[in-house]
């Protein structure tokens, strides 16, 4: 005799009306956080909810070349450059390390914290560039 437990596996992708208002708070809770980061940096609100332009402006708060969008396209290389831009977004803000690994592994909690929290747009002030010694 041979039991066997049948399930039923629907594809039909219907959330309940409970999951359904979960993720459309989680949603609300990204766009409004991104949007006061960007507030707090002098940036636009509205471009975090713009697509490829809101990457742009997240290497501009980051200090980092803008040229990096076209690393952005590159599989691995994404994976570092998004690390290093999250690097420079937390440094900017006055934050550690504990802050660029809470943005990469809890993103939910940590943008919030970021945008609602007691953190300070501060760029990192360029490095004066060298003078050049006169020679003898």
Known sequence: METSASFEYTSS???????????????????????????K?????????????????????AGKPIWWIILFFIPIAN?????????GIAKNFGRGVGTVIG?????IVFWPILAF???QYQPAAAAPAAEPTPAE
């Open 13 to 39: 992708g219907n959330m309940g009306p409970v999951a359904m208002i979960i993720w459309l708070a989680f949603i609300v809770l990204m766009i409004v956080s991104v949007w006061k980061v960007f507030t």
């Open 79 to 87: 994976l570092v450059v998004g690390i290093l831009m999250l690097a």
């Open 117 to 119: 929290g007691s953190a």
């Open 41 to 61: 940096a002098g940036k636009p609100g509205w471009a975090s909810i713009i697509p490829i332009y809101n990457v742009v402006v997240m290497l501009e708060i």
């Open 103 to 107: 943005l990469i592994l809890l993103p």
